[in-house]
């Protein structure tokens, strides 16, 4: 018998006499306390992104400050706001996403604790391929989206939908640790925090 047979007959052995009933595990440890908007600034901001605060009646004029002058946008099918310059996602290839100046959604939720924008690519969020290729990210995240932190994220998640989580701009560092930002996607990220 080899070393790798020995081993596997073993792990063999062991999960027929394991003990398979159900364990209780206490959540007690848990701690319950509302979302920060103002810590998901914060971390938002700490990840070398833009983050702009508004009303939810001054996103459409945010949106428009946050693009470039004569900007091309492609925006997602459900984005509840006007955007100028818009593109529609028409199925858009790489190159033509590649082509356009920035993308404009929604997010699903906020993390405070993190400083994370979660997608579900729902209506106004769009597909993955929309995020990731653009050189500028648009995102505006509602203050009633934004959640303490990843266990409260997931409770508000579906988990049938592929999700994006997006902490910051684009960015890698060689062994020299010198920062390379937007090789696998946006360059920049503008977050316009509204309510």
Do not use: N
């Not at 833009?50 to 009303?55: D, T």
């Not at 648009?138 to 997006?166: E, G």
């Amino acid at each position: 018998m080899s070393a790798r047979d020995d081993i596997l007959a073993g792990v063999r052995r062991a999960l027929r006499e394991a003990d398979t009933s159900p364990v209780h595990v206490s959540r007690g440890y848990r701690d319950t306390r509302p979302a920060d908007v103002h810590l998901f600034v914060e971390r938002v901001e700490d990840y070398r992104a833009v983050v702009v605060r508004c009303a939810l009646d001054e996103v459409e004029a945010r949106i428009s400050d946050a693009l470039p002058r004569d900007a091309r946008a492609v925006v997602p099918d459900g984005l509840p706001w006007r955007v100028p310059g818009s593109v529609a996602d028409d199925g858009l290839s790489a190159l033509d996403l590649d082509d356009v100046d920035a993308v404009v959604t929604g997010a699903t939720v906020g993390i405070a604790e993190t400083g994370t924008i979660v997608l579900s690519h729902g209506p106004g969020e769009g597909r993955r391929a929309l995020t990731l290729v653009p050189d500028l990210h648009v995102c505006v995240v509602r203050a009633d989206q934004v959640v303490a932190d990843v266990p409260d994220a997931f409770a508000v998640l579906d988990p049938d939908r592929p999700t994006t989580w997006v902490s910051g701009p684009s960015a890698t560092s060689d062994i020299e640790l010198d920062r390379v930002e937007g090789v696998h996607g946006p360059r920049r990220l503008h977050v316009i925090v509204a309510g």
